[in-house]
């Protein structure tokens, strides 16, 4: 099965059409307000009426108006995530977290704002750090699998502890150092 990514307030919806443009992922949007969900829709149909997004891309892209907080609301076979929360709430946070950690294929997230999680935050300035989070996910991915199989159950289906592996500095319109926080999945 092809991975998923979703965009959670994916806004007009610029990062859906970038995977479905350079990924064989399948990219699904979520935004709350009607009004941004409908232009990025239009933004969509537009790509491919322009030949900027094939019809092949296109299929793989979905925008829709939706709380991400609804059964439902993500796809289960999502593997990665983004987050565009600076304006959201603690309790929101809190809730979208609670809803990520539960995918069963879930692997990565990716933030503007810090998402609210109990494992100790590391700060990545280089490949050290990033390749022992590596390293211990591996080793916890396959306990996981060593417990799931003495078990008779699949590990994917356990919640897992999303722990911050990278924080990036990345350029957006507002601003040319907007933090980036990658948090990978632990089960």
Not at 39 to 52: H, S
Not at 89 to 112: F, K, Q
Not at 139 to 149: D, I, R, T, V, Y
Request: charge should be negative; proline fraction near 4%.
């Amino acid at each position: 099965m092809c991975a998923c990514s979703v965009d959670v307030g994916s806004g007009v919806g610029k990062a859906v059409v970038a995977v479905a443009m350079i990924t064989p992922a399948r990219a699904v949007g979520l935004e709350i307000v009607a009004e941004r969900a409908e232009r990025a829709a239009a933004g969509l149909a537009e790509a491919v009426d322009r030949g900027l997004l094939s019809k092949a891309e296109a299929a793989r892209a979905e925008v829709r108006q939706a709380d991400a907080l609804l059964p439902d609301a993500i796809p289960l076979n999502t593997s990665y995530a983004y987050v565009s929360n600076l304006c959201f709430s603690d309790e929101l946070n809190r809730g979208i977290v609670a809803v990520l950690r539960s995918l069963p294929r879930l692997r990565c997230v990716a933030s503007l704002a810090e998402l609210p999680q109990g494992p100790v935050a590391v700060e990545d300035d280089g490949a050290q750090v990033e390749a022992q989070a590596h390293a211990e996910e591996a080793e916890a991915e396959a306990e996981a699998q060593a417990q799931a199989e003495a078990e008779g159950s699949s590990h994917a289906s356990a919640t897992c502890k999303l722990r911050l592996v990278r924080t990036l500095r990345v350029p957006m319109s507002w601003d040319d150092q907007t933090r980036l926080y990658i948090q990978c999945c632990l089960r």
